[in-house]
């Protein structure tokens, strides 16, 4: 895929994790993954963690629970037990107790974001977003997928995504990273374009008149 003059436009998107929340998701994500690695579960255990993150962040009260810095870290372990002992592997259900431990269990979906990074970075992956105005087939997202692994050098998992809100073109995000090649963008920088040449021929005019 040819990222043309459009699309050199890199954007970095704000996370909606605070930085706190990504370094220490990023500490106990690599932990996850050493255990992971040590048993050969890995895969199983990203799995597991996609599981438990959903289920706490889609139950209010167990998370409110899990979180709160007023329930002592044993009432929190026995909490940990009874809701998924028996329901994951032994190996999440004691990483999930130190997480609660911690008292960070607030950084939880921190922990998951990091951890499919650093399992796709280990795997030689990059996961990748295409939006466009209208849904593509199946065989335009694979098309864009094979030319983003032949540009990155990197095995792509494309996502496609539709926002009519950009009008036409596509907008590429590969991690934090977006090439912008939307017709909205481009309307923009002609846009700018416009009114830097308008800005230009003011300021011109005015150092005529001042000499």
């Given amino acids: 895929m040819e990222l043309n003059p459009a699309m050199d436009q890199e954007v970095k998107h704000a996370t909606v994790f605070d930085s706190d929340q990504q370094q220490l998701g990023s500490v106990y994500a690599k932990a996850l993954l050493g255990f992971g690695q040590e048993s050969d579960s890995v895969d199983a255990l990203i799995d ?97 997928e094979s030319k983003l692994s032949a540009v990155l050098g990197k095995q792509v998992g494309l996502t496609a995504k539709v926002d009519d809100k950009i009008i036409g073109g596509m907008v590429v995000r590969v991690g934090d990273t977006v090439y912008d090649g939307s017709v909205v963008n481009q309307l923009s920088r002609v846009r700018a374009k416009a009114v830097k040449r308008a800005t230009d021929a003011i300021r011109q005019s005015i150092e005529k008149f001042m000499t």
Wanted: proline residues 2%; charged residues 30%; hydrophobic residues 40%.
């Fill in 48 to 144: 597991e963690l996609d599981g438990v993150t959903d289920a706490v962040l889609e139950t209010p009260q167990l998370q409110m629970a899990l979180e709160s810095p007023r329930i002592a870290g044993e009432e929190k372990e026995r909490l940990i037990e009874k809701v998924f002992g028996g329901k994951v592997s032994s190996d999440l259900v004691n990483f999930l107790k130190i997480v609660g431990s911690k008292n960070r269990f607030d950084c939880l979906a921190a922990i998951r974001s990091s951890a499919h990074r650093f399992h796709d970075e280990m795997a030689g992956r990059v996961q990748a977003t295409v939006t466009t105005a209208h849904q593509i087939d199946d065989s335009v997202r694979q098309g864009l």
